[in-house]
Nanobody
């Protein structure tokens, strides 16, 4: 019943931009901290960015100044605007939502940054 559905991934050139979306259903979205994680081949899943219901944000050092996380509580959607993309950003990006002991994940969307 709980669903987090990512979209917006694809192939982009270095220096380009991409916007990921994650639509949530089945949860009281407004209460949840939401975020984006990514996992590259051979690497552990890492936090990219997160945002709380209060509006605070947190970013990985590697994406600060390039990525922006935002959310629309009415649309129950969290976004990740990615600018100045680098090949090192290539990964599967996963949407996450958590509150208390509840923790949900999307299926992931592939982002490939290549010339």
């Amino acid at each position: 019943q709980v669903q987090l559905v990512e979209s917006g991934g694809g192939l982009v050139q270095p220096g380009g931009s991409l916007r990921l979306s994650c639509a949530a259903s089945g949860i009281p979205f407004v209460l949840y901290t939401t975020g984006w994680y990514r996992q590259a081949p051979g690497k552990q899943r890492e936090l990219v960015a997160s945002t709380t219901r209060q509006g605070s944000t947190n970013y990985a050092d590697s994406v600060k100044g390039r990525f922006t996380i935002s959310r629309d509580n009415v649309k129950r959607t969290v976004y990740l605007q990615m600018n100045s993309l680098e090949p090192e950003d290539t990964a599967v990006y996963y949407c996450n939502a958590y509150f208390s002991s509840n923790d949900y994940w999307g299926q992931g969307t592939q982002v490939t940054v290549s010339s």
